[in-house]
T-cell receptor, first 116, second 112 residues
Framework: SQTIHQWPATLVQPVGSPLSLECTVE??????LYWYRQAAGRGLQLLFY??????ISSEVPQNLSASRPQDRQFILSSKKLLLSDSGFYLC???????????????FGSGTRLTVV | GEDVEQSLFLSVREGDSSVINCTYT??????LYWYKQEPGAGLQLLTY?????DMKQDQRLTVLLNKKDKHLSLRIADTQTGDSAIYFC????????????FGQGTTLQVKP
């Protein structure tokens, strides 16, 4: 069965420090991968998505970057965190197959990032 | 462009029915989804409906789709305190990227 792992669960970082959040998917190959941010427990903002190794699309200009060094690994990074980067970060994957269950996303458990 | 709108908050009493509404703009959407997010957790897929259907029932959940008005609803029968969560509707965009477009979420509060 497919699983998605996201870590760490919580993170407190000072302003100006670097960031690296990791997401890995098991039990599938060539997934679509997504990074979302949820501010103040509300709506989801799509940050990045990837349809393959080294292929990253950015949805909004920001202080963050993403990389996909391996097929099932998706990393969210920042060189210098801002206070406004605080939020709940969610990784998700979907299959490149057809049909509603392939199109639907499976989410990780999220990382609560607090920048102080 | 693609957009999905939801009301932000709904409060019901335990045992009552809850109806969460959603509107979308992309008439070429093929599938529409409902997700549930409990506090501090990721989103969990509840159910989905194909755009050529007008109703789908799954135990206590009923999804109604009015494609003409681009209106989707999720009805939860006999709402329990464990149903308290944020509910997101989402549509599959018409592009080839496979991206889902999410609404801003409806917080459901169930009072005992």
């Amino acid at each position: 069965s497919q699983t998605i792992h996201q870590w760490p669960a919580t993170l407190v970082q000072p302003v100006g420090s670097p960031l690296s959040l990791e997401c890995t998917v098991e039990g599938t190959s060539n997934p679509n991968l997504y990074w979302y941010r949820q501010a103040a427990g509300r709506g989801l903002q799509l940050l990045f998505y990837s349809v393959g190794i080294g292929q990253i699309s950015s949805e909004v200009p920001q202080n963050l970057s993403a990389s996909r060094p391996q097929d099932r690994q998706f990393i969210l990074s920042s060189k210098k965190l801002l206070l406004s980067d605080s939020g709940f970060y969610l990784c998700a994957w979907s299959s490149q197959g057809r049909g509603p269950l392939n199109y639907g996303y499976t989410f990780g458990s999220g990382t609560r990032l607090t920048v102080v | 462009g693609e957009d999905v709108e939801q009301s932000l908050f709904l409060s019901v009493r335990e045992g009552d029915s809850s109806v969460i509404n959603c509107t979308y703009t992309d008439s070429s959407s093929t599938y529409l989804y409902w997700y549930k997010q409990e506090p501090g957790a990721g989103l969990q897929l509840l159910t989905y409906i194909f755009s050529n259907m007008d109703m789908k029932q799954d135990q206590r959940l009923t999804v109604l789709l009015n494609k003409k008005d681009k209106h989707l609803s999720l009805r939860i029968a006999d709402t329990q305190t464990g149903d308290s969560a944020i509910y997101f509707c989402a549509e599959r965009g018409s592009g080839n990227t496979g991206k889902l477009i999410f609404g801003q979420g409806t917080t459901l509060q169930v009072k005992p």
